[in-house]
């Protein structure tokens, strides 16, 4: 069977989404939740240049096949949350197929082998409802990327996480388009809320742009956490997986981060990264190691007071911080 026919039988709202797209999406506004629907941009400008976009996608797919001997297209029909389609196969957050596929065929190489990640108990990431709490570092959200694809290319039981991203990603060249068009959100409560209640899994960064934006000399020392995550765990019942990454702190290694600087800019952050002043532009092929913990169950109010939500905060990073310390302390090298 030929790539387009597998792409028919595995993606059969492929060709309605190609050829509906807005003037219909637009119609069936009223059927989505009103924080998604700007979501429903065309994806390509034209019937010509999406034709060459899916044939593009199909043959990169093909050539990660025969690399990685995956069958891609078999995983990603099983990761692609067509309960989540409307009737005109449509995602409310904004997710497209093809750019889900392309993204896989690509990052794939990442993963397996630039990062070479080595996957510890994804087993631990429990069907239905998530919160997937992680620390955050390496400058750019390359550890989501490789949590994403721990869980949707590494488990017995295939799940497509969505990341809640930072406000800022949405003013960065590429990523701004890129990330909806996979399904990644924009991280408020409503958005979150909603997609727990469809039994979503969802990857939060409780340490915020602090995290990802650490000097290497604050490495694997975790920042505040939030309590956002806790509070929305409580209100919906959903356990939590702690995650620990090893690896990510290496990738673009940090020496100062101009605060002053990036204010007058409007930036979260500054860092300061040598290798980029010498052309290095891809990030360093440290090992990633990727440690999934054991579920956490929470109860409570999720309106109490401060205090007692960051009691429960407090568990959470702790044990999240010991994840870490216990990788780093089994690590033999940061490239291998």
Not at 34 to 57: C, E, I, N, Q, V
Not at 187 to 206: C, D, M, Q
Not at 247 to 257: F, I
Request: glycine letters at 6%; a neutral charge; aromatic letters at 8%.
């Amino acid at each position: 069977m030929s790539t387009n026919a597998r792409a028919k039988v595995k993606f059969p709202a492929l060709t309605l989404i190609a050829r509906s797209r807005t003037i219909r999406a637009m119609e069936d506004r009223t059927r989505l939740p009103p924080f998604a629907t700007s979501a429903l941009a065309p994806r390509h400008t034209d019937d010509r240049s999406g034709t060459l976009f899916k044939k593009l996608t199909d043959k990169l797919m093909v050539l990660a096949r025969k690399i990685t001997k995956e069958d891609l297209d078999e995983q990603v029909s099983k990761l692609l949350p067509i309960r989540t389609l409307n009737e005109i196969g449509v995602d409310p957050f904004g997710i497209d197929i093809d750019t889900t596929r392309l993204s896989i065929a690509l990052l794939v190489y990442l993963h397996r082998y630039w990062f070479r990640t080595e996957v510890h108990d994804v087993a631990n990431v429990p069907p239905g409802r998530a919160l997937i709490v992680s620390n955050h570092s390496g400058q750019i959200p390359l550890d989501g990327v490789v949590i994403a694809l721990c869980m949707a290319l590494d488990s017995d039981q295939p799940r497509f996480p969505r990341a809640m991203l930072e406000r800022f990603v949405a003013t960065l060249p590429f990523f701004s388009v890129w990330f909806p068009r996979v399904g990644q959100v924009l991280g408020t409560p409503e958005n979150a809320r909603h997609l727990l209640e469809k039994e979503e899994a969802l990857i939060v960064f409780p340490e915020g742009v602090k995290g990802i934006s650490k000097t290497f000399a604050d490495r694997y020392k975790l920042a505040p956490f939030g309590p956002g995550f806790m509070r929305l765990a409580l209100e919906t019942q959903s356990p939590i997986v702690p995650v620990a990454v090893i690896g990510a702190e290496e990738q673009y290694p940090s020496v100062t981060d101009l605060q002053p600087l990036a204010r007058l800019l409007g930036l979260p952050a500054l860092p300061i990264v040598p290798q980029l002043f010498l052309g290095m532009w891809l990030p360093l092929p440290t090992k990633y190691r990727v440690y999934f913990g054991e579920p956490l169950n929470f109860t409570g109010d999720p309106d109490d007071d401060d205090a007692t939500i960051e009691e429960k905060v407090w568990v959470v990073q702790a044990t999240i911080q010991s994840m870490v310390n216990r990788g780093l302390k089994e690590r033999r090298a940061v490239f291998w």
